[in-house]
């Protein structure tokens, strides 16, 4: 027995019935795509979503043929655009099940002005019915049977055409925009500008997903994307990594209602957004992974973008990025911004106070604990007191939540498809509260 001594649940029965807001991640992949876990399944989703605490999962690649005929299959229709699965439905508390929407991810791979672009889009649908229709179209383009996230040798802007002529009450969002190899800003196939992608339907884009290595307040430094909606979404490829981005709303359950949430940008409908921190993103800093360099923008300018170890260029990452398109300075904060709080995955902060690897079986044991107690991995993230934690494990897991709240954290920022390494505690370290200058502001 992990406890320190008996605790009364009595004082924790709020996390289990309190629901101040939805939680929504609408980005992830199915068994089908290429490098997924073999239980990206709809139960195992469900399963884990529930765990962490969300309310809205996306179902991820609608395009493949054999994903898409077991939604059909296992999905039923619950309030407007939005699914439940059929073998939940005896559960007795059937308001607080999970929800479902059409979500899908595609790869363009197109030329454009004599360069070759490759841009991620993610489109959230308001049905299965419209889904379908939407398959039959793009399997004329490409092979929807060879992944879940299917490439398509068609334009980025025609694609938008496309889903917006078959569903009016689509959402058309641009993927992880910054990432080098495969998004719309990106440094190795990118555009400059939403309007050299998207030309005159550019219009049509009510949000971007800002992607794992970068935050909110790095976008913010563009005025050009004041007038879009900054959502963020796990890319799950895996059941424990769904949540680690979501979306936070207090709206009615439908899918209108989400819809338009996200259109409005209305800070009373749409809370904010849960981030990792960016440093901890596999793009974040400039470098080479198989030279073992990593640069800061300052660092990799003063080496012309070349690898002093391999002497090719370097990939250039996310933050070297947004400086050469911003027009605005860091720690800009635009009027009409969405707010956003930035955490670690439970299992990583238990791991770290305990000083031993996530995926030993003392971290998991701790993380049942706390799961079982406060309901949800969010309500221990966002809401649990550290005192309450304390008592259920260590102090040192108290204080390690603290900390991340507070921002106060040790990061090697992540480069060139490397995750970047977080660290909560350094005992050579007298003053960890350095790290960040967008540090939370809403706890």
């Known amino acids: 027995m992990l406890t320190k001594q008996s605790f009364d649940i009595s004082n924790l029965i709020c996390y289990n019935l309190e629901i101040m807001y939805l939680i929504a991640d609408f980005h992830l992949h199915s068994k089908y795509s290429r490098a997924t876990a073999r239980d990206m399944d709809l139960e195992h989703i469900a399963l884990s979503a529930q765990r962490k605490g969300i309310n809205i999962i996306g179902t991820g690649d609608f395009t493949h043929p054999e994903w898409f005929n077991e939604l059909k299959t296992k999905l039923e229709p619950a309030e407007e655009g939005l699914y439940i699965l059929k073998s939940q439905k005896s559960e007795v508390r059937n308001q607080n099940l999970l929800r479902f929407v059409v979500t899908g991810e595609i790869s363009n791979i197109y030329t454009r002005n004599g360069k070759t672009r490759r841009v991620h889009n993610l489109i959230l649908l308001s049905s299965l019915e419209v889904a379908g229709k939407i398959n039959n179209r793009l399997s004329w383009q490409g092979n929807l049977h060879s992944d879940g996230r299917p490439i398509l040798g068609m334009d980025s802007e025609e694609l938008l055409k496309i889903v917006l002529d078959i569903d009016r009450k689509a959402l058309f969002i641009p993927a992880h925009v910054w990432t080098p190899w495969f998004s719309v800003f990106g440094s190795m196939s990118g555009f400059n500008s939403l309007e050299e992608a998207f030309g005159e339907n550019t219009k049509y884009l009510a949000a971007l997903e800002t992607g794992l290595s970068s935050s909110p307040s790095m976008n913010w430094r563009l005025s050009a994307l004041d007038k879009i909606t900054l959502v963020s979404n796990s890319d799950a490829h895996s059941p424990d990594n769904l949540g680690r981005e979501a979306n936070v709303f207090d709206i009615n359950l439908s899918y209108d209602d989400l ?3 996200i259109i409005q940008k209305d800070p009373q409908k749409f809370l904010y957004t849960i981030e990792f921190f960016p440093e901890e993103g596999k793009y974040h800093y400039d470098g ?3 030279c073992r360099i990593r640069m800061s923008p300052e660092e990799r300018k003063k080496v012309n973008n070349i690898c ?6 370097l990939t250039i990452g996310v933050l070297s990025r947004v400086d050469e398109l911003a027009d605005r300075p860091d720690g800009f904060i635009p ?19 305990l000083g031993v690897q996530s995926k030993t079986k003392k971290v998991e044991e701790y993380y049942q604990l706390l799961i079982k107690h406060f309901s949800t991995e969010f309500n221990v993230l966002l809401k649990a007191n550290e005192g309450d934690i304390v008592q259920l494990t260590t102090s040192k897991i108290g204080e390690a939540v603290r900390k991340v709240r507070e921002g106060n ?3 090697e920022p992540g480069y060139d498809g490397e995750y970047g390494k977080i660290k909560i505690f350094d005992k050579d370290l007298e003053d960890t509260s350095q790290i960040n200058s967008y540090q939370n502001t809403l706890f």
Request: glycine share 2%; with cysteine; net charge positive.
């Open 259 to 261: 819809r338009t949430a």
């Open 308 to 313: 002093p170890v391999c002497g090719r260029p």
């Open 409 to 411: 954290l040790i990061i």
């Open 335 to 353: 009027e009409n911004s969405i707010p956003f709080k930035s955490l670690v995955p439970l299992k990583e902060i238990i791991a770290e106070a």
């Open 288 to 290: 080479h992974r198989l």
